[in-house]
């Protein structure tokens, strides 16, 4: 017999993430009920995963839950704020039990993991797709935003891009891997991205602007900068690539997949010079897994400079697995 809706709530989603004495009311009502602190600011996010576009048909349930929170706790992390709640909207073809335990496996791991309670939702039927919202504080005037940069700034980015991108070429059977651990990991870092959010909150101190990076590097860097009303230039050289992506595609592919893949979800962050003492010093580069990527110029648009020049996009395709 199939799951009705209401078992299906009770057993998979009532009991979801965190514990939280914030919690009043959480699913179960016609809406949740929530005690919001005084003295710290509500900040909100929502992104929505559909199949086919957002991840290939038939990837891992536990995998499609994780991402659903996963991308959401990233965009709280880009701009310093601590997660707090989640409601999931699910939308899939059908009822079933084992897809659902695995689904939310993934959701409520990560969602524990983040101290964060799963408070209410939705589910109707049809083809798959994923919307979450998350609600997390920020202590008053403190959130980082895209704007604050200015030219001089240095520029800096979380983890290893390019990763995912080929984790998701991997997936697509548009890349092979010869070494299986190497392959592992690329597709890991595609699955079940980290959302950077301990550093997110460190970095309240530091920068000046923070995004994160989903839809490509170069892209999210540009986007940064004309939010905060100038240009970027990143050093080619100064990508920092995972040894398992250099293997698996050369340091050149790996650069371009690294500027240009999406989905990494890392941090990318500016800080004014008189600042990097002190975030060197309070957040060791290599202990909090960052580097230094290039520089806010007066210049707008986003610019590579490789040996002094320039590298015009342009002659670059759009597959870089082509
Ligand atoms: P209503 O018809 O009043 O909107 P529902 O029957 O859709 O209520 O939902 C009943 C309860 O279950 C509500 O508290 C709702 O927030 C929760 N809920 C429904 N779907 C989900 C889900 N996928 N995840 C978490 N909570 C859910
Ligand atoms: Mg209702």
Known sequence: MPLSEFELIDRFFRDCGARRTDVRLGVGDDAAVLECPTDRQLVAATDSIVEGVHFPAGSSPESIGHRALAVNLSDLAAMGAEPAWALLALTMSRADEQWLREFSGGLCALAREHGVALVGGDTTSGPLSVTVHVLGFVERATALTRSGGSAGDAIYVSGTPGDAAAGLALAQGRLTVEDGADAAQLSRRFLFPTPRIALGR????????????????????????????????????????????????????ARMLALTGGDDYELLFSVHPDRIAALHGALPPEAWGYRRIGSLRAAPGAAVVRDGSVIDFSHYGFDHFA
């Open 202 to 253: 460190q970095l309240r101190a530091h920068a000046s602007a923070c995004i994160d990076v989903s839809d490509g590097l170069l892209g999210d860097a540009g986007k940064l900068a004309a939010a905060s009303g100038c240009g970027v230039a990143l050093t080619f050289d100064e990508l920092p690539l995972s040894p398992a992506l250099t293997r698996a595609v050369g340091g050149e592919r």
